[in-house]
Structure formats: structure tokens, C-alpha cells
């Protein structure tokens, strides 16, 4: 083992799932619940990996809008997800080939056009005796094979359920990627600082976070995963609109629950699988579930037009990556002149 990293655990799933397809699917789950003005409280749900459930106890404070500074907003959680996933990436790439980094940082970006549109990038920053051609070959590991950066990258259609006495199903499409003449206005970055395994610390605007992946993903389980950062960024961003301020102590408050799935084939094998979160569903409780009235529905209408976390996990995002190696900027190849991201060649899994 080298890095906390379980290269042959990893290994073994690779060919336990690659033989079983069912024991492949890993569902997700997360709720948020109002908890003070402007701010709720997120807790994640247990996992389902094939047949096995496993136990998530795990709470995310998220705010709604410019209060509560001292939680993540839920562009926020998308840059923690965004960060730590690529920093799994690439450790387990690295550890592969034998190289221990002193430091892996990753910092992600968001930028934001005065129309809504949202730019993604990361820079990675690796210290250590690390050689150049390794550090690529992690680069192009995160692209290929990391399930944030592709959740990013490609096109997701959320689906929402309002349940009320008449429930009302709604569908948001993604938009176009974006182009590249738009005019940024808005920039989100975060600090990513790798731990140990899959454990990384988080900064976002001063706020801290941590995030780890479970023990049956070869995680230490000491704080939520990345998948659940972006589930939580959703229901967060979701419930603001539906339900901005606390309910009086002792009244009903509105609740959103966020699910979604992995096919673990895809990040974690070699074969041709779908690699991002999929079949993302977005469930709103309002505070009163027997009126039938359009008003919980508009929310979520008002949330698929304007809300710019559900933008960034909905929307397909040319993601841009950057290399610094020991201080020093280290050119990386484009994805489509780069063959390592070829799915179709072995990989390690990130």
C-alpha cells in the first residue's frame, strides 16, 4: 500500500464488478431540511452498493444565499466534490506508478457569465518526486476517469418529483456547452489539500470542509463523499428555492431529498461504462404536501432556470486542467491528442 491507497483491494473490485454488473451500481442518497434562516441542515442517506447497504451518518451544513458564511453554499459543495474527486484520481494513478507527491492540491474553478453560464476548470499542483510523464499520465486519469470531472463535462437531465396531493413530475434538459465568447463576470475557486487515501480538506471562501469516501470504496469513512457533496449541493440549492426561510419552531418545513447513481464499471474498471453521476432525481416535500397548488411546482421551475449549482452538475462544461509541478507549470495534452484517455485501453482506477 503506498499513499493509503489499496491498489490491490482496488484491483479485486475491478474484477468482482466487471463479472457482476448488479454489484457494479452504487446509489446515493442525500436530504435537506431547513435548519435556520437562510442556511439547512443536509444529511447523507445509506449507500446501496449492489447488494450491500451501507450505513452514511453524515451532515452538511449548506446556506441559501449571501448569510450563514460560516457553511457552504451549494456552488461550493461543487467545487469540493469537483476537487476531492480529482484528487483521488490522481493519487491512485500516481500510486500505481510507485511515486509518493510531499503535496497534491487541487484548486477548481467556476466562473459565471453574466447570462448564467458556467466555465469549470482545476489546476493541479503536485511537490514531491513525482517525473513529469507520470504526472500527466494523473492528469489524464482525472479526465478520463473521475467521476466529478465527467459529471461535469457531459450532459445531465435532472428530474424532479413535487409530492403533494397530486404529484408533479418535472424534467430540466441540459443546455448547450457553453462557448467560448462568453464574458465572466462571477469566479468561484477552492483549495483542495489531499490527506491521506481518498481523505482531503477543503476551503471554500474561509469555510472548511472535509470529504473521504466510505470503507467499502477503500475510504476511511471520515466524511462524506464527493458524490454526496454534489447530491447535497442540489437539494440545498433546491430547498432555497422552495422553502428560503426556517419555518417557526415546531411548524412543518418543506424537505428535498437528491439521489443518483454510479455504474462503479466505469471509475473503477477498465470497461466502457458511463463514469459521472446518472439518473439524478430531485424529490421536494413542501411544508404542507396535501394542498394541490402550483406553488412548490413554480419553485422548482424558478431552480431548473436560475440555479447555478443545478447549472453546473446539469449543464456540459468544457473542463479545462492545468499542471504545476514542483512551482513550475507543466503542459498537459490536450484530451483528444492525449491516447491515455483513450476508455477503451486500461486504466487504473482513480
Not at 466562473?111 to 511537490?127: C, K, M, N, P, V
Not at 480538506?201 to 466524511?223: I, R, T
Not at 458524490?227 to 418545513?253: K, N, S, V
Not at 439524478?280 to 413542501?286: G, K, R
Request: hydrophobic content about 40%; proline content about 8%; glycine content about 8%.
Amino acid at each position: 500500500m503506498l499513499n493509503g491507497v489499496d491498489l490491490r483491494a482496488r484491483r479485486s473490485l475491478a474484477e468482482q464488478i466487471a463479472e457482476d454488473s448488479w454489484e457494479a451500481q452504487l446509489s446515493i442518497g442525500v436530504a435537506a431540511q431547513a435548519a435556520a434562516a437562510g442556511r439547512c441542515r443536509v444529511r447523507t442517506e445509506p449507500m446501496r452498493l449492489g447488494s450491500t447497504r451501507v450505513a452514511r451518518a453524515f451532515g452538511i451544513d449548506q446556506r441559501f444565499g449571501p448569510g450563514a458564511a460560516d457553511c457552504l453554499d451549494p456552488v461550493g459543495s461543487v467545487l469540493v466534490a469537483l476537487g476531492a474527486s480529482v484528487a483521488d484520481s490522481v493519487v491512485t494513478e500516481l500510486s500505481g506508478r510507485g511515486c509518493g507527491p510531499a503535496l497534491l492540491e487541487v484548486l477548481p474553478c467556476a466562473e459565471f457569465a453574466a447570462d448564467g453560464t458556467g466555465r469549470l476548470s482545476y489546476e493541479i499542483r503536485l511537490d514531491g518526486e513525482v517525473p513529469a510523464d507520470h504526472a500527466r499520465r494523473a492528469v489524464a486519469a482525472a479526465r478520463a476517469r473521475c467521476t466529478a470531472h465527467r459529471t461535469l463535462e457531459e450532459p445531465n437531465g435532472i428530474k424532479a418529483v413535487v409530492q403533494t396531493a397530486r404529484d408533479v413530475h418535472l424534467a430540466s434538459p441540459p443546455a448547450a456547452a457553453d462557448g467560448p465568447d462568453r464574458t465572466t463576470v462571477r469566479r468561484r475557486t477552492a483549495r483542495v489539500l489531499w490527506e491521506i487515501g481518498t481523505h482531503v480538506l477543503a476551503e471554500v471562501d474561509g469555510v472548511h470542509a472535509e470529504s473521504d469516501q466510505p470503507k467499502q470504496l477503500f475510504g476511511a469513512d471520515l466524511a462524506p463523499s464527493a458524490q454526496e457533496y454534489f447530491l447535497a449541493a442540489l437539494a440545498a440549492e433546491a430547498l432555497g428555492f422552495a422553502d428560503p426561510r426556517a419555518a417557526a419552531p415546531g411548524a412543518p418545513a418543506a424537505s428535498v431529498h437528491a439521489s443518483g447513481r454510479i455504474d462503479l464499471r466505469g471509475p473503477y474498471s477498465t470497461q466502457d461504462a458511463p463514469v459521472g453521476l446518472r439518473d439524478i432525481l430531485v424529490q421536494l416535500l413542501p411544508a404542507d404536501p396535501t394542498r394541490d397548488d402550483e406553488s412548490a411546482p413554480d419553485a422548482i421551475r424558478r431552480w431548473f432556470a436560475g440555479g447555478d449549482a443545478l447549472r453546473l452538475v446539469r449543464d456540459p462544461h468544457p473542463i479545462g486542467a492545468r499542471l504545476v509541478l514542483d512551482g513550475t507549470p507543466v503542459p498537459v495534452p490536450h484530451p483528444e491528442n492525449d491516447r491515455t484517455t483513450d476508455t477503451k485501453e486500461p486504466h487504473r482506477a482513480p
